[in-house]
């Protein structure tokens, strides 16, 4: 019982993943706010950053499978990848393009 007192639950990188993880999701949420109630273009720029987090995140977790207390499977993570970079190229796209 004493030992298992002695060593943090999670690991130094487990806990810094956890962190880049859940400050993408908030950066995401206050982004969201600021687009509805002050109307500040701030979701676009949000996007693109919590993709390109999450894009290195999942190929952070592909190296270093023990830098995450979940598991995920490589073909998942090149999912996520693939799906993260094809929405960032499309939301560029649409905004260079779209309005036009």
Aim: glycine letters at 8%; hydrophobic letters at 50%.
């Amino acid at each position: 019982m004493e030992e298992a007192r002695q060593y943090s639950a999670l690991t130094w990188e487990q806990r810094l993943f956890s962190s880049v993880y859940l400050g993408g999701s908030g950066i995401l949420v206050v982004s969201i706010c600021l687009q509805i109630f002050l109307r500040i273009d701030a979701l676009f720029p949000a996007i693109l950053a919590v993709g390109s987090s999450r894009i290195c995140l999942a190929a952070w977790q592909l190296a270093r499978p023990e830098s995450s207390a979940t598991e995920r499977t490589p073909s998942g993570l090149g999912l996520s990848m693939v799906v993260w970079a094809t929405t960032i190229i499309l939301l560029i796209w649409v905004r260079q393009y779209g309005s036009a």
